[in-house]
């Protein structure tokens, strides 16, 4: 029930059962108005310090399957909405976009945590949490153009915020409870999620979502080494 509905209810229990109609006065509907703003107000401000301190750093890192997510993108050069990725909106095609992309986004994470339990990520990665995840605290530069009535989604990441992207997934990686990623580990769960993903190429190119180049993919790669040895000096 919505706050709106629970105050009608409360004020509708506070009339009188015996009268068959009732005038609610302007002093009676305040009451409510001012608790529904007090309570929109701190929902808001909670909302906005939530973003705020995602977008800062400062709140919990990216877990590593939801960086992994945000790599293969970058990886795969979905960085606009002519190379965005497919999201089907139902199997069989759903499954093969999933497949495709949980394979590379494993290696990656089994380099970087391999005491985790592989369960963590389910392999509804585009279809998933995860992908909200990484969008949730990367903001906007992650576009998830949702379709309408039955069509199918694209998601990609802004060309302009490549730079933004890397940085903020770089920064997270560094930092938090768990083990320090080092550009030498990160390195190796780079090169096994290309390699990964270079294998599920054919099953992506067959809806024409193969867009990985390697000579794009060696720069991405020396700006997350880059970024990564950044972050290290500065938190030293």
């Not at 993108?73 to 499954?95: M, Q």
Request: hydrophobic share 40%; with cysteine; proline share 3%.
């Amino acid at each position: 029930m919505t706050p709106e509905g629970r105050c009608a209810l409360e004020l509708l229990k506070s009339l009188s059962a015996d009268q068959e109609a009732h005038y609610v006065t302007t002093t009676q509907l305040s009451i409510y108005e001012r608790r529904l703003a007090r309570l929109y107000r701190d929902w808001s401000r909670h909302r906005l310090n939530s973003v705020l301190a995602l977008l800062e750093g400062t709140n919990k890192p990216l877990q590593i399957p939801a960086a992994g997510i945000v790599v293969a993108l970058l990886v795969n050069r979905s960085t606009s909405r002519d190379r965005a990725l497919i999201r089907f909106a139902a199997d069989p095609e759903r499954s093969v976009i999933n497949k495709a992309f949980f394979s590379p986004v494993q290696a990656f994470a089994d380099v970087l945590s391999p005491n985790r339990r592989r369960s963590d990520i389910s392999e509804q990665l585009i279809s998933g949490w995860m992908l909200y995840e990484a969008r949730r605290r990367i903001g906007t530069a992650i576009v998830i153009d949702e379709g309408r009535d039955n069509e199918h989604d694209s998601i990609w990441i802004e060309a302009d915020s490549e730079a933004l992207v890397v940085d903020l997934v770089a920064r997270d990686l560094v930092r938090g409870h768990r083990t320090r990623v080092g550009p030498d580990l990160f390195v190796e769960a780079f090169d096994r999620l290309v390699h990964e993903l270079r294998r599920a190429s054919r099953a992506l190119a067959g809806f024409g979502l193969a867009h990985e180049r390697p000579r794009d993919t060696q720069r991405l790669r020396q700006l997350f080494d880059h970024q990564l040895r950044r972050h290290i000096e500065a938190s030293t």
